[in-house]
């Protein structure tokens, strides 16, 4: 008897007409995709025909981009609030997870957690919540006049956050009520749903802060990751396994999940070109307004296009990624105008671009080499680029006994291969 | 027997049910509450039946209690979602607290459930406060009527006021020109109030029937001229035609004296009609009104008539609605109190909502 393989969990990431700036002009681009429920309901019905784990939309409570003019030129200021979208694929989908971001910052545990027990017990026991502190300064705005907290008060808030709605999910139903008192939060009564049909809603995280890291080790289930080289994503992976264990946690006990932003067709030629296509069609102050963004400064523009990126001062906003941004600018030694196309392309991702056994192969390579549990799959546009690898790539992983042929379980713990919590 | 002109002011009764799943039900396990697809059965009932809208109870505080949902295992915002895809006509309004969400929040949901069921969705706003919820949205200490009236109302004002920050035609989805929308027809809100500071847009399209259709429960006296300025739809608890009457008229006047044409304003009266279809009782929240289908029509038509109203929302268990459905509303068809078919897609338009419609 051999020992059953391990496999890779495959997220399909759904946003927007797609991940890259530019994939709304596209032809083949679904341009109303922020007001087309049928749209996802096809993608949520392809990611499940392909036996993807999980269907990931992430969320901003705000607009992205604050200059409106810039805004104009993307698809990214409308689209569905995800929790109202996830409920409506629940009963739409049979299998496949359905994963939701929500912040700390802008909600209360008690009625986060009664909505994701909803949506989980609207799906059979396939919910699960990205928790996210949110970044933005366009976000505060729309909650108070008082601005973006500091980090560091962010995330004292989201722990706290994130252990009430774990004691709100847990003691559902037949446990008296916690009572709890905390610094942010007061809740007295227990939820008034059922318990999970998964034991709890899955807890996925993103923020790759040392404060982040920390939160996640504590209590994510999965963890998605920007990584742009294997270096970078083996160093991310040991560091947050080896946190596990002083939460009295296992390695296994978290699946790190790295986007991946793949462009792939038959031919490494025509990969090339179709991924080229996609860059010509970025505006430069789109691009521009993008990096900005994830260096949290504003004036950006007002240095020379063509130039390299200037020393920046240290942010309240998206740490860990401003790291990587300039990493990778001196690494290549590239200008701004350089760099804006490729991370408003991948937004800081990992770009795979080849045939579907190049792509396979670097998937193989990173998964097998202790650097990812499995992938969180960011197509260019949509639908194309999500049938693209569909029809593509999964084969080619499954023929590599990489990934699953059909789902085993029901829920999204069981498909991810998580303890059922008690 | 064409229904129009049978009023004398052109009118049709509005029907609305509610979800009303009861614990004594005996036809659900009380452990597991009804399941969604027993759920999609009662709504798809409803809207075979033609009623306007089903509302859908929310009550986040009060576990172990008898509230209307205390046995529906969904909240009610999700459980709209899911049920506009089971769905193609028929209204979907879910009840959502004040203080349980803030209003940013509140605004995207119902502005994503609207373009989620092709413009059916509303918000049942209450502005009763409820001190078992505060409880557990980190406000223990409660509200006093008053901080709770005032904020309420500055919340609905900027919920409405977010659902209207893209014009109906700002989005130009211009692959070659590079234009996705309009920035001129893109307004931010820029509240700045007593209890909130949004500045907007909000992250989601104009609704497909211009905002969500807004009703309002469980009004005081004083609550009346917020209801009158800013509700689509207001549910009266009054049970006789008399006082419902008088609030219908009263209503009605403040929405004139906001600027509004009273027919942008509906008041539903809530009725709990009890039918066995042999005869047996019927009431309305306890006051017996009538026996049987043809009584329980009787009763509506009567107060419908006297213009208590515009229309009932019944309240019942889902076991009741086949009753309700199979004999008392081919009674009221029969009378030419009901449209016939839903006329439009949205529910303004079945509430008769949309501009002009009141002309």
Same mark, same amino acid.
């Given at each position: 008897?051999?020992?059953?393989?391990?496999?890779?969990?495959?997220?399909?990431?759904?946003?927007?007409?797609?991940?890259?700036?530019?994939?709304?002009?596209?032809?083949?681009?679904?341009?109303?995709?922020?007001?087309?429920?049928?749209?996802?309901?096809?993608?949520?019905?392809?990611?499940?025909?392909?036996?993807?784990?999980?269907?990931?939309? /992430?969320?901003?409570?705000?607009?992205? /981009?604050?200059?409106?003019?810039?805004?104009?030129?993307?698809?990214?200021?409308?689209?569905?609030?995800?929790?109202?979208?996830?409920?409506?694929?629940?009963?739409? %989908?049979?299998?496949?997870?359905?994963?939701?971001?929500?912040?700390?910052?802008?909600?209360? @545990?008690?009625?986060?957690?009664?909505?994701?027990?909803?949506?989980?017990?609207?799906?059979?026991?396939?919910?699960?919540?990205?928790?996210?502190?949110?970044?933005?300064?366009?976000?505060?705005?729309?909650?108070?006049?008082?601005?973006?907290?500091?980090?560091?008060?962010?995330?004292?808030?989201?722990?706290?956050?994130?252990?009430?709605?774990?004691?709100?999910?847990?003691?559902?139903?037949?446990?008296?009520?916690?009572?709890?008192?905390?610094?942010?939060?007061?809740?007295?009564?227990?939820?008034?749903?059922?318990?999970?049909?998964?034991?709890?809603?899955?807890?996925?995280?993103?923020?790759?802060?040392?404060?982040?890291?920390?939160?996640?080790?504590?209590?994510?289930?999965?963890?998605?990751?920007?990584?742009?080289?294997?270096?970078?994503?083996?160093?991310?992976?040991?560091?947050?396994?080896?946190?596990?264990?002083?939460?009295?946690?296992?390695?296994?006990?978290?699946?790190?999940?790295?986007?991946?932003? @793949?462009?792939?067709?038959?031919?490494?030629?025509?990969?090339?070109?179709?991924?080229?296509?996609?860059?010509?069609?970025?505006?430069?102050?789109?691009?521009?307004?993008?990096?900005?963004?994830?260096?949290?400064?504003?004036?950006?523009?007002?240095?020379?296009?063509?130039?390299?990126?200037?020393?920046?001062?240290?942010?309240?906003?998206?740490?860990?990624?401003?790291?990587?941004?300039? /990493?990778?600018?001196?690494?290549?030694?590239?200008?701004?105008?350089?760099?804006?196309?490729?991370?408003?392309?991948?937004?800081?991702?990992?770009?795979?671009?080849? %045939? @579907?056994?190049?792509?396979?192969?670097?998937?193989?390579?990173?998964?097998?080499?202790?650097?990812?549990?499995?992938?969180?799959?960011?197509?260019?546009?949509?639908?194309?680029?999500?049938?693209?690898?569909?029809?593509?790539?999964?084969?080619?992983?499954?023929?590599?006994?990489?990934?699953?042929?059909?789902?085993?379980?029901?829920?999204?713990?069981?498909?991810?291969?998580?303890?059922? @919590?008690? | 027997?064409?229904?129009?002109?049978?009023?004398?002011?052109?009118? !049709?009764?509005?029907?609305?049910?509610?979800?009303?799943?009861?614990?004594?039900?005996?036809?659900?396990?009380?452990?597991?509450?009804?399941?969604?697809?027993?759920?999609?059965?009662?709504?798809?009932?409803?809207?075979?039946?033609?009623? +306007?809208?089903?509302?859908?109870?929310?009550?986040?505080?009060?576990?172990?209690?008898?509230?209307?949902?205390?046995?529906?295992?969904?909240?009610?915002? !999700?459980?709209?979602?899911?049920?506009?895809?089971?769905?193609?006509?028929?209204?979907?309004?879910?009840?959502?607290?004040?203080?349980?969400?803030?209003?940013?929040?509140?605004?995207?949901?119902?502005?994503?459930? +609207?373009?989620?069921?092709?413009?059916?969705?509303?918000?049942?706003?209450?502005?009763?406060?409820?001190?078992?919820?505060?409880?557990?949205?980190?406000?223990?200490?409660?509200?006093?009527?008053?901080?709770?009236?005032?904020?309420?109302?500055?919340?609905? +004002?900027?919920?409405?006021?977010?659902?209207?920050?893209?014009?109906?035609?700002?989005?130009?989805?211009?692959?070659?020109?590079?234009?996705?929308?309009?920035?001129?027809?893109?307004?931010?809100?820029?509240?700045?109030?007593?209890?909130?500071?949004?500045?907007?847009?909000?992250?989601?399209?104009?609704?497909?029937?211009?905002?969500?259709?807004?009703?309002?429960?469980?009004?005081?006296?004083?609550?009346?001229?917020?209801?009158?300025?800013?509700?689509?739809?207001?549910?009266?608890?009054?049970? !006789?035609?008399?006082?419902?009457?008088?609030?219908?008229?009263?209503?009605?006047?403040?929405?004139?004296?906001?600027?509004?044409?009273?027919?942008?304003?509906?008041?539903?009266?809530?009725?709990?009609?009890?039918?066995?279809? !042999?005869?047996?009782?019927?009431?309305?929240?306890?006051?017996?009104?009538?026996?049987?289908?043809?009584?329980?029509?009787?009763?509506?038509?009567?107060?419908?008539?006297?213009?208590?109203? +515009?229309?009932?929302?019944?309240?019942?268990?889902?076991?009741?609605?086949?009753?309700?459905?199979?004999?008392?509303?081919?009674?009221?068809?029969?009378?030419?109190?009901?449209?016939?078919?839903?006329?439009?897609?949205?529910?303004?338009?079945?509430?008769?909502?949309?501009?002009?419609?009141?002309?």
């Amino acid at each position: 008897m051999t020992a059953r393989r391990r496999q890779m969990k495959l997220g399909a990431f759904l946003w927007a007409t797609g991940h890259h700036i530019a994939a709304w002009r596209h032809p083949q681009a679904h341009v109303m995709a922020g007001v087309d429920i049928e749209h996802y309901i096809q993608l949520a019905r392809t990611a499940e025909a392909a036996k993807f784990d999980l269907i990931f939309c /992430e969320d901003a409570a705000g607009v992205r /981009e604050a200059n409106a003019g810039i805004a104009s030129q993307t698809s990214r200021s409308i689209g569905f609030e995800p929790i109202s979208l996830l409920a409506a694929l629940a009963v739409q %989908t049979n299998r496949i997870g359905l994963v939701a971001t929500a912040s700390t910052s802008y909600n209360e @545990p008690y009625g986060l957690a009664r909505a994701f027990s909803s949506l989980d017990q609207l799906s059979g026991g396939r919910a699960g919540w990205n928790l996210v502190t949110s970044a933005s300064h366009i976000e505060a705005a729309n909650f108070g006049s008082t601005g973006l907290r500091p980090h560091a008060d962010r995330y004292e808030r989201a722990r706290e956050f994130a252990a009430v709605v774990e004691d709100l999910w847990r003691g559902t139903g037949d446990v008296a009520g916690r009572d709890h008192q905390g610094k942010s939060f007061s809740v007295r009564d227990p939820l008034d749903l059922p318990r999970s049909p998964q034991g709890a809603p899955v807890m996925v995280q993103a923020g790759a802060s040392d404060e982040g890291r920390n939160l996640a080790a504590r209590t994510a289930d999965v963890v998605f990751t920007a990584a742009q080289t294997f270096e970078e994503a083996k160093a991310f992976y040991d560091d947050l396994k080896g946190r596990l264990a002083a939460y009295g946690r296992e390695p296994d006990d978290i699946k790190i999940m790295p986007g991946v932003a @793949p462009i792939v067709a038959a031919t490494e030629a025509e990969a090339r070109a179709k991924h080229e296509e996609l860059q010509q069609l970025i505006p430069d102050d789109v691009g521009v307004a993008l990096l900005s963004s994830y260096l949290s400064i504003s004036d950006l523009w007002r240095y020379p296009i063509d130039g390299p990126l200037p020393e920046l001062p240290a942010s309240e906003g998206m740490q860990s990624r401003q790291a990587l941004v300039i /990493e990778q600018s001196r690494r290549d030694n590239l200008s701004i105008r350089d760099l804006a196309r490729h991370f408003a392309g991948a937004r800081g991702h990992w770009r795979v671009v080849g %045939t @579907p056994v190049q792509v396979a192969d670097e998937l193989q390579a990173r998964f097998e080499g202790g650097a990812a549990d499995g992938f969180n799959v960011m197509p260019s546009y949509f639908p194309g680029e999500l049938d693209s690898f569909a029809a593509l790539v999964v084969p080619e992983l499954q023929r590599r006994g990489l990934f699953r042929k059909d789902y085993q379980g029901h829920t999204l713990r069981e498909h991810l291969g998580l303890k059922r @919590p008690m | 027997m064409r229904s129009s002109n049978y009023r004398g002011n052109g009118a !049709t009764m509005h029907l609305a049910v509610s979800l009303l799943p009861r614990r004594t039900s005996s036809e659900v396990p009380a452990a597991a509450g009804p399941d969604f697809s027993h759920l999609a059965r009662f709504v798809q009932k409803a809207e075979a039946a033609g009623l +306007d809208m089903v509302l859908l109870a929310d009550s986040a505080p009060v576990a172990g209690s008898d509230a209307p949902n205390g046995q529906v295992p969904f909240e009610a915002t !999700t459980l709209l979602a899911a049920l506009a895809t089971v769905t193609d006509r028929i209204g979907l309004v879910a009840g959502a607290s004040t203080v349980a969400h803030q209003p940013y929040n509140l605004a995207r949901r119902f502005a994503s459930l +609207d373009i989620i069921s092709h413009g059916r969705a509303g918000w049942n706003a209450t502005i009763v406060p409820e001190p078992r919820e505060a409880a557990n949205f980190s406000r223990p200490q409660g509200f006093s009527r008053d901080d709770f009236r005032r904020r309420a109302e500055e919340f609905i +004002d900027i919920v409405q006021g977010l659902w209207r920050g893209w014009d109906a035609d700002a989005l130009l989805f211009d692959k070659r020109g590079g234009r996705f929308f309009n920035p001129e027809k893109m307004h931010l809100l820029d509240h700045k109030g007593e209890y909130f500071s949004v500045r907007g847009p909000l992250n989601v399209a104009r609704s497909p029937q211009d905002t969500p259709v807004l009703v309002m429960t469980g009004l005081s006296e004083p609550d009346i001229d917020i209801g009158a300025r800013v509700a689509d739809v207001i549910l009266l608890d009054e049970q !006789t035609a008399e006082p419902a009457k008088a609030l219908h008229d009263d209503l009605k006047r403040r929405a004139l004296a906001c600027g509004r044409s009273p027919g942008a304003l509906k008041v539903l009266m809530n009725v709990a009609p009890v039918i066995d279809g !042999t005869g047996a009782q019927a009431e309305a929240r306890g006051a017996e009104i009538a026996a049987g289908p043809e009584a329980v029509a009787d009763g509506l038509e009567e107060c419908f008539r006297s213009k208590a109203c +515009d229309g009932f929302n019944i309240l019942m268990p889902p076991s009741a609605l086949d009753d309700f459905v199979d004999l008392v509303l081919p009674e009221l068809r029969r009378r030419g109190l009901l449209q016939s078919d839903y006329r439009n897609a949205t529910l303004r338009s079945h509430l008769g909502l949309d501009p002009g419609d009141d002309q």
